[in-house]
């Protein structure tokens, strides 16, 4: 009889163990050795500006946003900054599929097609580029590309003011320059 027992134990046990596998199993995993991040805030047609002495200095939108407080960062998609000049003029603008905020130096992160136009037609493209807001420079180590008028310059690290009109790319530099009047038809064929 206690064999008998036994014998049913091991079975029920046995025919249960896939049913708790199965339950198991349900269960969303859970990443390994990472850290989910929730947001403190999040927010649509999100708008920052930074200012300095009543003066602005620069104005982000972004289409979707997130706060993380305990790192003072926002996190932005869709991303849309102009800066300004001691007058409050805008002299550029940058876009970015996404862009990141340290809230405590207001220095700028942007990734993902971003470009910079200026309101005095110089194009800057590259993957990635920071702003350092208390040096107030434009800094990058990856590809970019200077477009001015017909003349275009490419390399890896960059290095600029916000306006675009001092520029230094570190290495493998490229430059084409074209003649504006050759190109209109006004010079030689």
Known sequence: M??????????LVTGLLPA????RSRNAPTPSGAVLR???????????????EGQKNWTLWASYAAMYNDRNLVDARTVRIEFFDQKGARFSTLFANEGVVDQQTNN?????????????GVQMETDSLRWLNSARKIVSDAF???????????????ESDPNLD?????????AEVRDEAAGEGGGPA
Do not use: M, N, W
């Not at 206690?2 to 079975?11: G, I, P």
């Not at 708790?20 to 339950?23: K, L, N, P, Q, V």
């Not at 990734?111 to 309101?119: C, D, F, I, M």
């Open 20 to 23: 708790f596998a199965g339950c």
């Open 38 to 52: 929730v947001p403190d805030q999040e927010a649509r047609d999100f708008t920052l500006t930074e200012s300095s």
């Open 2 to 11: 206690a064999v008998l027992r036994s014998l049913a134990l091991v079975t």
């Open 166 to 174: 001092h520029f230094h790319i570190k290495s493998e530099v490229r």
């Open 108 to 120: 700028l992160e942007a990734r993902g097609k971003v470009r910079v136009l200026t309101e005095s």
């Open 144 to 158: 970019v590309r200077v477009t001015r008028k017909s003349d275009v310059v490419t390399g890896y690290g960059f």
